[in-house]
Each structure stands twice: as structure tokens, then as C-alpha cells.
């Protein structure tokens, strides 16, 4: 298993590690602040360096079956040996664009509150599927949403125990992807007065920091399933 160090720090942007794993799909180390693939947020890339001046470029990060994280390199290049202590360095505007695009896509959901289909979150255009009639006005959604940016309201990460989810299943607006179970706890996002709902990934820590969006287009993907895509302005 990979400490995943991501998940208390979002802000953290690097770590010293400890190499377990070298293989042709590339390195697992003993903890990490590489965010791996899922959620709809992408896997962090970045770098590992070693030794006096040796550095690999990391790809993508995803998990592997055994509960590790893979930080992925390109075929053929040297890396670092089991054993082997690294610096692990994320590219962090990168990161922090997807932190400031999913924390933006909680407060759609609020301001949409519909069941969530879908969700796609990259640096420079996200969007979010939600189970909904048409009707919905970009300008207007956009108006609500950089009003609840602009009042920089707190956002903040804490876990509970599955059974407190259990008893509260409203919690849950995702219909096509269940918050993870087996380890006992889950982890919850809050923007206090906003949202509240299980997520694993990383976020800013007020609202003001994602800064002005744009709602640029809201596609009709079936009957009742609208696909809203965000910018930031």
C-alpha cells in the first residue's frame, strides 16, 4: 500500500519516498503526493529525482490492483531501483488548476442539484453530467456560481465511518460511480451550507481561490442527461 500523502495535504507538492516497485510501468514508491486517476480528476505528472542530478518524468499516475500507486514514465527510460530514496515532485499548476476545476464542479452540483451521471475535470475545461430536464441557463448558472465563489466560503475534507454514510444516503448524488468501500472509512468534501457529499480527491481550501468561471455550453446527452461545461474565465 502507498501512503497517500494527497489526501490530508492537497497543498503539498513534494515528498522524500522510499522506492518499492521498478518496473516497465514505472515506479511505486512508500507514500506520495501524486494524485492518482479517478474520481474524474486525472492522475498527477511531475518528477522523481535521485541521486546527485538523476530525474525521471512522471506521465500519469494511476492505481494498481494491489493498492499502490503507479507513477507512470515513458518506455525505455532509466529509473530508479527498488530500495532507492527519490524526491517526488508534482507539476503543481497543473494540479492546482484541477484542484480549483473540481472544487468548482461541487458547487454546480449545488447550484444544479440533480442527480451526477458523469464528470470530467482537466486544466482547462471540465464538465459535469447530471440527470436533469432541459431549461437550465448557462448565464444564469454562471451568475450563481461566481456568486458563491466570490463569498470565498470554506471547504474543507474529514472522513466518517461507512455506517454514518450508510444512514445517510442522500449524501451520495453520483449515480454512476459509489464512493469506495472495505477500509471503513469514507471521506466526505464540505463547503459548509453548499455541499456535502463523499470525494476522494483534491481541492482548494476556499472558494475564492478557484477565481472567475464561465459556463460556456450545456449539451443535451439524452433524454433527461445534460452535460454542463465550465472554463475559467
Known amino acids: 500500500m502507498t501512503r497517500e500523502l494527497f489526501r490530508d495535504d492537497a497543498y503539498r507538492r513534494a ?3 522510499t522506492v518499492q516497485d521498478s518496473g516497465a ?5 512508500d507514500q506520495t503526493v501524486f494524485y492518482p486517476l479517478g474520481g474524474g480528476q ?13 530525474a525521471v518524468r512522471i506521465v500519469n499516475t494511476v492505481h494498481d490492483d494491489a493498492g499502490g500507486i503507479v507513477h507512470m514514465v515513458e518506455p525505455g527510460v532509466p529509473c530508479p531501483a527498488a530500495g532507492e530514496t527519490v524526491r517526488a515532485e508534482i507539476d503543481w499548476e497543473r494540479r492546482y488548476a ?16 440533480h442527480p451526477v451521471t458523469g464528470g470530467n475535470i482537466s486544466a482547462e475545461r471540465s464538465r459535469l453530467d447530471l ?3 432541459a431549461g437550465a441557463d448557462k448565464d444564469a448558472i454562471t ?3 461566481n456568486q458563491l465563489i466570490s463569498a470565498d466560503r470554506p471547504v474543507r475534507a474529514y472522513w466518517v465511518d461507512e455506517a454514518e454514510l450508510d444512514a445517510r444516503p442522500e449524501l451520495v448524488r453520483t449515480l454512476s460511480v459509489s464512493p469506495p468501500r472495505g477500509a471503513g472509512d469514507v471521506r466526505l468534501l464540505e463547503i459548509p451550507g453548499v455541499d456535502l457529499q463523499p470525494c476522494g480527491g483534491t481541492h482548494v481550501r476556499s472558494t475564492g481561490e478557484i477565481g472567475p468561471i464561465q459556463v460556456t455550453r450545456i449539451q443535451k446527452k439524452g ?3 445534460r452535460r454542463v461545461y465550465v472554463v475559467f474565465a
Open 143 to 145: 451568475a450563481a456560481v
Open 131 to 133: 440527470d436533469m430536464p
Open 98 to 113: 484541477h484542484m480549483r476545476m473540481h472544487t468548482c464542479l461541487h458547487l454546480i452540483g449545488a447550484v444544479l442539484p
Open 223 to 225: 433524454r433527461q442527461n
Open 25 to 29: 510501468d514505472g515506479l511505486v514508491l
Open 42 to 54: 486525472p492522475g498527477d505528472t511531475g518528477w522523481i529525482r535521485w541521486g546527485t542530478d538523476s
Open 15 to 17: 515528498c522524500e519516498a
